[in-house]
Nanobody, 116 residues
Framework: QLQAFGGGLVQAGDSLRLSCAAS????????MYWLRQVPGKERDLTAA????????YYVDSVKGRFTISRDNAKNMVYLQMDSLKPEDTAVYYC???????????WGQGTQVTVSS
C-alpha cells in the first residue's frame, strides 16, 4: 500500500516536498516512481529511482529542479520539487514497480497547484 502526501498550493518559484509511505517488507526491492497527471491528459512519468537508490531518472522538463530519493529503512520515497512552475500543476502519484520500468502498485494522488 502506498500513501502519498505533501501536495498543496504554492507560488511559482517555491519549493515543495512530496512524500510517499509504503507498507510491506519488500519496499527495498521495488523501483519507485512519481508520475503526474493533468486533466484530460495521460499520466506521465516524472521521476524514477531504482530499488537501491543508485539510479535515478527525470523527465527533461524537471531536470535540475526535482530530486527523487528514498529511505529504505523507513519505507519512504520523496520528491523534492524546487523552482516550481505553473506547468508543474498536476496530481502526483507514487508508484512501485517489481522491476525497473514496471508500474505495479499505485497510491492515491496528491494535488500540486502552482500559481503564477
Amino acid at each position: 500500500q502506498l500513501q502519498a502526501f505533501g501536495g498543496g498550493l504554492v507560488q511559482a518559484g517555491d519549493s515543495l516536498r512530496l512524500s510517499c509511505a509504503a507498507s510491506g517488507r519488500t519496499f527495498s526491492t521495488y523501483a519507485m516512481y512519481w508520475l503526474r497527471q493533468v486533466p484530460g491528459k495521460e499520466r506521465d512519468l516524472t521521476a524514477a529511482i531504482s530499488a537501491s537508490g543508485g539510479t535515478t531518472y527525470y523527465v527533461d522538463s524537471v531536470k535540475g529542479r526535482f530530486t527523487i530519493s528514498r529511505d529504505n529503512a523507513k519505507n519512504m520515497v520523496y520528491l523534492q520539487m524546487d523552482s516550481l512552475k505553473p506547468e508543474d500543476t498536476a496530481v502526483y502519484y507514487c508508484v512501485a514497480g517489481i522491476r525497473y520500468g514496471q508500474y505495479n502498485y499505485w497510491g492515491q494522488g496528491t494535488q500540486v497547484t502552482v500559481s503564477s
